[in-house]
């Protein structure tokens, strides 16, 4: 009886080391996958709460070939099915379950991105967010107003307070969650700069600041010259001089501008026309970047108070400290005299 339990135990023994080895070879073996037409990868969904026998029936159903028990014992065989993530996953060719296992403990979604440009207005922003790729568009429909209450910025205007910069996202994301990152990028890089701002600027708040900068980027896109443009500016403030800067005014017209401005259109009050109102418009026109902030609060030192196109293809700007000195400039680089 001894000799035939003792024999029991060796084949029960044996058993186990042989399927622990087929267990073993299996977990690192590529999963076939059932693609779509055109496409290089799977895409796996998620949800929070499922749990690890869901787990597996998802990663089967979306397409992986793999015997969903097989699948299932390996996940709580290795200890970890508590540990799988929620999330949107990507599985490429060559995946194998040891590999789906770690990607899901460690919770590594597939991300995408969205870049939000220096010198866009809100609603460039907005069809940015709308285009995205697979970005949930939450705010579609809203009201400026209220995207600023979801953003807890009640009563402020949405312009020139999200930080361009690239932002990933895991798929299916609300696009609010973009711009809550966005508006708390604006906040922190703004007050960086303003921190660092010259002892001598004429501007007297952080939002002072950041309506200065939204003038700055619309005004050149060398980067060289913004210190320049925003000594320029600074120098007018000082003084009480209207900042008779285009960039304002053709936001004030908003869908009127028809891409040409004319004069009428410097002549015709509004908020923005800083042809017609002396200091700062009411808001920012666009968003700026962190060198135009930095360009706002550390303007270059400079005598002058005007500046023009050079049309020489680099977007370089002529600078000059006189009236005279600038209609000589403007004769020269815009009228070709």
Do not use: C
């Amino acid at each position: 009886m001894r000799r035939v339990f003792k024999s029991f135990v060796i084949l029960v023994f044996a058993g186990a080391l042989l399927l622990g080895g087929a267990v073993g070879w299996w977990v690192n073996q590529p999963m076939a996958l059932h693609l779509k037409p055109g496409s290089q990868v799977l895409d796996l969904e998620i949800e929070p709460g499922t749990t690890a026998s869901g787990v597996a029936a998802v990663v089967v159903a979306s397409g992986a070939v793999v015997p969903v028990l097989l699948l299932q014992a390996w996940f709580r065989i290795s200890g970890q099915a508590r540990q799988i993530k929620a999330g949107s996953y990507e599985l490429v060719s060559g995946t194998t379950p040891r590999k789906l296992l770690r990607m899901l403990v460690r919770g590594e979604e597939t991300l995408k991105s969205v870049t939000l440009v220096e010198g866009w207005t809100f609603s460039q922003v907005r069809v940015a967010l709308q285009k995205a790729e697979q970005l949930a568009p939450d705010t579609l429909g809203l009201s400026p107003e209220i995207i600023m209450q979801e953003l807890n910025k009640p009563g402020v205007y949405p312009e020139g307070r999200f930080f361009p910069d690239t932002y990933t996202y895991a798929k299916g994301s609300s696009d609010l969650t973009v711009l809550k990152r966005a508006a708390r990028a604006m906040d922190q890089r703004l007050g960086v700069a303003w921190a660092m701002r010259s002892p001598a600027t004429p501007l007297k708040t952080p939002e002072e600041a950041l309506i200065l900068a939204s003038i700055v980027e619309k005004e050149t896109g060398k980067p060289a010259d913004r210190p320049q443009i925003g000594g320029v500016f600074s120098n007018r403030l000082r003084i009480g001089m209207p900042l008779q800067t285009d960039p304002t005014v053709i936001y004030g017209l908003g869908a009127q501008f028809d891409g040409l401005l004319r004069k009428r259109d410097l002549l015709s009050d509004t908020p923005y026309n800083t042809y017609t109102r002396i200091g700062l418009p009411p808001t920012p026109i666009a968003m700026p970047g962190k060198a135009a902030l930095l360009a706002a609060v550390q303007p270059a030192p400079t005598k002058a108070l005007y500046f023009v196109a050079r049309n020489d293809g680099s977007g370089s700007s002529q600078f000059s400290a006189s009236l005279d000195e600038h209609n000589r400039a403007v004769n020269k680089y815009i009228r070709g005299q």
